[in-house]
């Protein structure tokens, strides 16, 4: 079983639709989460931390929850700019201060 | 402009023929890291460096070398390809040891081990 594990997608939504993604951790120990965006080939870039409280910024809205091991991403009003690969990322603060992550999911905002 | 960067962006090459993806960051951060990424793996990381000459592996070291001898640098060596070192290549750095530290790539190296 994976570490980090994602839905691969794609997920095809309108413009102006909402979308949630999930993402289940199975190290317990883990500590830090994020989610990276990455466009067509190119590097990951961060699209937001994840909080135990949960936070926003913007249209996007990370949560976390860690009883069930998941965190989850929600996009208000998509725009055809959000299409992209979102990388789920969990971190733990050990010796080796890795960050696991996952597979991605693929978002297409269609107009 | 604060960056990673990496090279060469495409390399294509015949197995067994060493090479060397460089990496360098202007940033004066700790911590580097290289990761590969395949269809449906996601990143996994080969080898990291928390200072100047301290490296250690990571999940899929096999195959791979590295050296950090400048703060700056953190080149990844192949010193003989095999096809199934095929892949898109990230270096990745950030200012300090945590996890919850942003991450800075570089845009990639696409390597073809034919």
């Known amino acids: 079983r994976k570490e980090v594990e994602q839905d691969p997608g794609p997920f095809n939504v309108p413009e102006g639709a909402t979308v949630a993604f999930n993402c289940t951790y199975s190290?317990?120990?883990?500590?830090?989460f994020f989610w990276y965006r990455q466009d067509c080939r190119k590097e990951p870039k961060l699209l937001m931390s994840?909080?135990?409280s949960g936070n926003e910024d913007g249209r996007f809205t990370a949560q976390l929850n860690r009883a069930s091991q998941y965190i989850s991403l929600l996009i208000r009003d998509s725009k055809l700019s959000d299409s992209a690969t979102y990388l789920c990322?969990?971190?733990?603060?050990?010796?080796?201060?890795?960050?696991?992550f996952g597979g991605g999911t693929r978002l297409m905002v269609k107009p | 402009e604060a960056q990673v960067t990496q090279n060469p962006r495409y390399l294509i090459t015949v197995t067994g023929k060493k090479l060397t993806v460089t990496c360098s960051q202007n940033?004066?951060?700790?911590?580097m890291s290289w990761y590969r990424q395949d269809p449906g793996l996601g990143l996994r990381q080969i080898y990291y460096?928390?200072?100047?000459?301290?490296?250690d592996k990571g999940d899929v070291p096999e195959g791979y070398k590295v050296s950090r001898k400048e703060k700056r640098n953190f080149p990844l060596i192949l010193e003989s390809p095999s096809p199934n070192q095929t892949s898109l290549y990230f270096c990745?750095?950030?200012?300090?040891?945590?996890?919850?530290?942003?991450?800075?790539f570089g845009s990639g190296t696409q390597l073809s081990v034919l």
């Open positions: 990745a750095s950030r200012q300090g040891l945590a996890t919850n530290e942003k991450l800075f």
């Open positions: 190290n317990s120990a883990s500590q830090s």
């Open positions: 994840v909080y135990s």
């Open positions: 990322v969990g971190g733990v603060n050990n010796a080796g201060n890795m960050l696991t």
């Open positions: 940033m004066n951060h700790e911590y």
């Open positions: 460096s928390m200072n100047v000459e301290v490296t």
